[in-house]
């Protein structure tokens, strides 16, 4: 079944992958927003980096004396892999406070600021920064547009979190490329997940677990009979789908392509966001749209000119 699945994933163009894994991600994310009329998003990315670490626990196992040998060694090491976990932590919990206050496609927008802002860290060229530039006027355009609306002390909230989680994406970006660097990317990251989420679980493992059990005021087919184990099903339906699946899928796109090619297929990202937004009923404006594309048109700029293999 995986050399099957492996060889399917060999042969279909690289384009049509990052596009299916797309859909598939933000129908998870759709879904989760389902969710949140039954638990607070702030606990749904509990069991959702939850159900993902131990998924990548099983399939790693680092613990295994073969691999053990490439964990860290010493203080600094560790703090990378733990800076780490918490990054990818904090970014999927921000992300959830954020499409729980405003639009998923602009949500996804605007958290491209992460990797858009350690390009022109990083980058030496003039696409880095005219990329920047682009994409902060679609944000701009995103919050004012948001922000002139009658929703918008939640969208205040919403945008406050994703620019907080977007930074975080950069974090991880930063870190993980270190992690990655020490070989067995893979079960290094698998630790990092797991003790980020070990640190969540301190302020708010205790209240979803309560919550499960006895689900808020408000919640429907939750509090009926039964429903706390379809609740716990959909959870782990949406870790599988929006986590898990695509860091595997990952790893093997970015054996096929360059490092600036994947980055530029990332670009349809919000445009998806905003696709899949609409079967849930999130209709953007068309200062909204132009917006999102302004966002897109960043990333293709930015990274079109990146020729280094993906690792």
Known sequence: MKRAVLEILNRVPVFLVVMGEAIVIYLATAIAKVAFTQLDPLY?????????????????RPWRA???????????GWAIVIGCGVAVVLMNSMF????????????????????????????R?????????IAACGVVLLAGVSLAGASSSHFLIGLIAILVGGS????????????ASRGNSLDNLCVSIAIGWLLQSLVLGPGAVEHVIRPKAGATWAAAP????????????ISMLASFIPYMVDQVVMRRTTSGAF???????????????????????VWECIGVALVITAVIVT??????PAK
């Open 125 to 133: 060229s003039w696409r880095e920064r005219l990329g920047i530039c």
């Open 168 to 179: 975080m994406w950069g974090v991880y970006i930063v870190l993980g490329r270190q992690v």
């Open 303 to 308: 990274f079109s000119g990146d020729q280094a």
């Open 44 to 60: 749904a990315v509990w069991y959702r980096v939850g159900f993902m670490a131990v998924m990548l626990l099983l399939w790693r």
């Open 263 to 285: 980055s530029v297929m990332q670009s349809i990202n919000p445009a998806v966001a905003v696709a899949v937004g609409l079967a849930f009923g999130e209709f953007p404006t």
């Open 66 to 76: 073969s691999k053990r040998g490439h964990l860290p060694h010493d203080l600094p």
């Open 226 to 237: 039964g429903g706390s184990l379809k609740l716990l099903g959909l959870l782990f339906m």
């Open 96 to 123: 959830y406070v954020a499409i729980s206050n405003m639009d998923m496609g602009i949500a996804v927008a605007i958290e491209f600021m992460g990797p858009l802002t350690v390009a022109v860290i990083t980058g």
